[in-house]
Nanobody, 121 residues
Framework: QVQLVESGGGLVQAGGSLRLSCAAS????????AGWYRRPPGSSRELVAS???????SYAGSVKGRVTISRDNAKNTLYLQMNGLKPKDTAVYFC???????????????WGQGTQVTVST
């Protein structure tokens, strides 16, 4: 069974950096679109960054210039490098990926369990 496992969250001071990872495992598949959402305390989920299989990327205005999304297709892993972190970046971060499993005819969206990022002043 396919699962996405995130890691790299934690507590960091304002101005610091974190690198989140999201590893897909459990089957043989091709990763298409993938990205990161976050859910700040008391707020709804918001898209942080996304990437396509062609390598194109997109970022939310609130993180543009501070965050870089990347992927290693050979390792089936998605990354989110976050620099210049601010207290307002505090949230639970979730990765997602559209995966085409071997033998399937359609992509299925999978989600990670979430990893907490807390930025202190």
């Amino acid at each position: 069974q396919v699962q996405l496992v995130e890691s790299g969250g934690g507590l960091v001071q304002a101005g610091g950096s974190l690198r989140l990872s999201c590893a897909a495992s459990g089957s043989t598949f091709t990763m298409n679109a993938a990205g990161w959402y976050r859910r700040p305390p008391g707020s709804s989920r918001e898209l942080v960054a996304s990437t396509s299989n062609s390598g194109s990327t997109s970022y939310a205005g609130s993180v543009k210039g501070r965050v870089t999304i990347s992927r290693d297709n050979a390792k089936n892993t998605l990354y989110l490098q976050m620099n210049g972190l601010k207290p307002k970046d505090t949230a639970v971060y979730f990765c997602y990926a559209a995966l085409l499993e071997t033998g399937s005819t359609h992509y299925t969206n999978y989600w990670g369990q979430g990893t907490q990022v807390t930025v202190s002043t």
